[in-house]
């Protein structure tokens, strides 16, 4: 079953708000914002994990693997 134009939608905008909530959690497990390299870095950490079958479980491994 294909989504459809309204089910695309809400799944775009429910990924928006997963991603500001993901870099607010790691911010705050890196103590601070992140700069431009940061969030890159959390864009390949995410769509590496993505692309996984074994998920991160905390936050701050994600900011040990430089986020």
């Not at 500001?20 to 103590?31: D, F, H, K, R």
């Not at 431009?36 to 998920?55: C, F, K, V, W, Y």
């Amino acid at each position: 079953m294909e989504l459809t134009d309204r089910g695309r939608e809400q799944f775009c905008a429910f990924v928006r708000e997963l991603w500001q909530w993901l870099v607010v959690e790691v911010e705050l497990a890196n103590g601070g914002p992140l700069d431009e390299q940061g969030r890159e870095d959390l864009r390949t950490i995410a769509r590496r994990q993505m692309l996984s079958h074994d998920p991160v479980t905390e936050p701050k491994e994600l900011a040990q693997a430089g986020a």
